[in-house]
């Protein structure tokens, strides 16, 4: 009996993303979330509901024709909302991808990981497709980052400390958000939890912005942070002395 595609619930795509890993990179952005980060940018993606209902083909069929733009390091990366949940779709969608030779990159904060079944054996398959994930670490702090972004931290630490066991590369990002995420002791505390992984090919420190409130306000949803500035030059350069400075943990460290 034939079985109905995959779907996936798609936001739109972008066909040439330089900041989202390495090279030139197609971007899907996937919709739903069940985090409700204080800053986000993409407020439209976090309900799961679209029109746009793709297969894993289709997309790859698109992204194909800019495949000559990518060079050596590009590919595809599938961003979110939060991508893993559609982990079933986005299996489909890499394991199909790393069958025509593209590098495969996952944006994601890991909030839905779990070691419980069914989806530790479904994040441990599509890690088999998965070339890089850029990993978000919001707030080390459980309290704050429950403040921060409304779920606990302490699964998304742990599915870190998985993607160093099984040595899957990650890139780390941390939005700095003044008065937020820029405390200097949670800094240091970010960077200690950091240096006991063994996987992080690189460490971003991502300036908050507020360009996405209009998004905020379409949706009739309360934007929080519209008092709260951009980090001054002075805070961005400390941070990425603390997370980025070499010495404690021998890696390149970017951005």
């Known amino acids: 009996m034939e079985t109905s ?3 996936g619930r798609v936001h739109s795509v972008e066909t040439f993303g330089s900041v989202d890993g390495p090279g030139i990179r197609f971007l899907i ?3 739903g979330c069940s985090m409700r980060c204080r800053y986000c940018h993409n407020p439209d993606t976090w309900d799961p509901e679209t029109d746009d209902l793709r297969t894993a083909d289709e997309l790859l069929t698109q992204a194909m024709r800019y495949r000559s733009y990518w060079g050596r390091e590009g590919g595809i990366t599938v961003s979110g909302g939060e991508a893993l949940l559609q982990i079933d779709f986005l299996t489909e969608l890499f394991r199909k991808a790393k069958a025509k030779g593209i590098h495969t990159c996952l944006d994601t904060s890991g909030q839905p990981f779990t070691r419980r ?4 054996s479904k994040f441990a398959e599509l890690m088999k497709y998965t070339d890089l994930l850029l990993f978000d670490l919001k707030q080390i702090d459980d309290a704050k980052h429950r403040e921060l972004t409304g779920r606990t931290n ?3 630490l742990d ?3 998985y993607l160093s066991d099984i040595g899957k590369p990650i890139w780390v990002r941390h939005v700095l958000v003044p008065g937020v995420t820029d405390n200097d002791d949670d800094l240091h505390a970010l960077r200690a939890f950091i240096d006991t992984l063994q996987n992080v090919k690189r460490v971003e420190v991502l300036p908050y912005h507020a360009m996405g409130t209009y998004k905020w306000e379409q949706l009739g949803i309360p934007y929080t942070l519209k008092d709260v500035s951009a980090p001054s030059e002075e805070r961005v350069r400390n941070a990425k002395h603390i997370l980025t400075a070499p010495g404690i943990c021998p890696v390149e460290r970017g951005a």
């Open 117 to 120: 079944e069914p989806f530790f």
């Open 154 to 156: 302490r699964n998304i």
């Open 29 to 31: 952005f996937l919709k």
């Open 5 to 7: 595609p995959l779907l």
């Open 159 to 161: 599915c870190a400390r």
